[in-house]
């Protein structure tokens, strides 16, 4: 699976609170996309968590 952050990231750090695997905020989120596939349950509930639906699961 290839995880983006779409336009639009408020940086707020709920991604990184839920799966600091995967997310780290810088001036908005980013992915580290090499964590995903052992990380794809709290990649999904930080996608549903995102305020502003930017995390994209594709
Ligand atoms: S949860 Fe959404 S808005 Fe918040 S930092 Fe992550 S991608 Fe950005």
Redesign the pocket.
Known sequence: MNVK?EDG????????SICDAV?T?ED??VVNQAAVADNIDCVKE?AD????G??VIE
């Open positions: 952050i990231c408020i940086a707020c750090g709920a991604c990184e997310f905020i908005v989120a930080a968590a995102c305020p502003v930017v995390i």
